[in-house]
């Protein structure tokens, strides 16, 4: 069974810094890419991040770019992301999701998310 | 920028059918999947590949892509159902979400 369990959200004051981790198993980890989504608070789904299976690719919503950082350690089969420069407006429940690719990509696997608040 | 457009929200009846739209300029060319998200839970992946089920979605939910409209469709709609449902496309090689319908059983 596939599982994803994030960690390491909590309360951090504006400009602030955090890193999400999300720790996976019951699937080989290293050969799929990975993602994070956001979900700000009665909001709707934002792509955050994508990290591909070797960390060749990462990529960016324009809304983080600059600020956080994707990683992953296959060897742990665990994925990060590292919030910096943290703003009122990145207040959201962080999901981690598996990704699969087939001419274009979805999401098949989620995690039960970790809250981020932004607030000084 | 690419964008796709679902209705804020959709009503219908028990044992009903309820269609959910997510249109953009251009979706035809990648495919569009959808998920179920019920309040204080995770996102579900209900349809990939425009219409494929994952194992363990029930047969009445159905999708379709007409090349600039994707269309979930609930048959038979049961209260269960009642949640939010996300489109999701793919651009430029990243997952971009519709904003997401409100489907409210009554």
């Known amino acids: 069974e596939v599982q994803l369990v994030e960690s390491g959200g909590g309360p951090v004051k504006p400009g602030g810094s955090l890193r999400l981790s999300c720790e996976a198993s019951?699937?080989?980890?290293?050969?799929?890419?990975m993602n994070w989504v956001r979900q700000a608070p009665g909001k709707g789904l934002e792509w955050v991040s994508s990290i591909s299976s070797s960390s060749t690719f990462t990529d960016y919503a324009d809304s983080v770019r600059g600020r956080f950082s994707i990683s992953r350690d296959n060897a742990k089969n665990s994925l990060y992301l590292h919030l910096n420069s943290l703003r009122v407006e990145d207040t959201a429940v962080y999901y981690c999701?598996?990704?699969?690719?087939?001419?274009?990509?979805?999401?098949?696997?989620w995690g039960q998310g970790t809250l981020v608040t932004v607030s000084s | 920028s690419y964008e796709l457009t679902q209705p804020p929200s959709v009503s219908v009846s028990p044992g009903q059918t309820v269609t959910i739209t997510c249109s953009a300029d251009?979706?035809?060319?990648?495919?569009a999947c959808w998920y179920q998200q019920k309040p204080g839970q995770s996102p579900v992946l209900i349809i990939y590949q425009d219409s494929k089920r994952p194992s363990g979605i029930p047969e009445r939910f159905s999708g379709s892509n007409s090349g600039k409209t994707a269309t979930l469709t609930i048959s038979g709609t049961q209260t269960i159902d009642e949640a939010d449902y996300y489109c999701?496309?793919?651009?430029?090689?990243?997952?971009?979400f519709g904003g997401g319908t409100k489907l409210t059983v009554l």
């Open positions: 999701q496309g793919w651009d430029r090689n990243t997952v971009v």
């Open positions: 251009k979706l035809g060319d990648k495919h």
């Open positions: 019951g699937f080989m980890f290293s050969t799929y890419s």
């Open positions: 999701a598996r990704e699969i690719y087939y001419y274009s990509g979805y999401l098949d696997s």
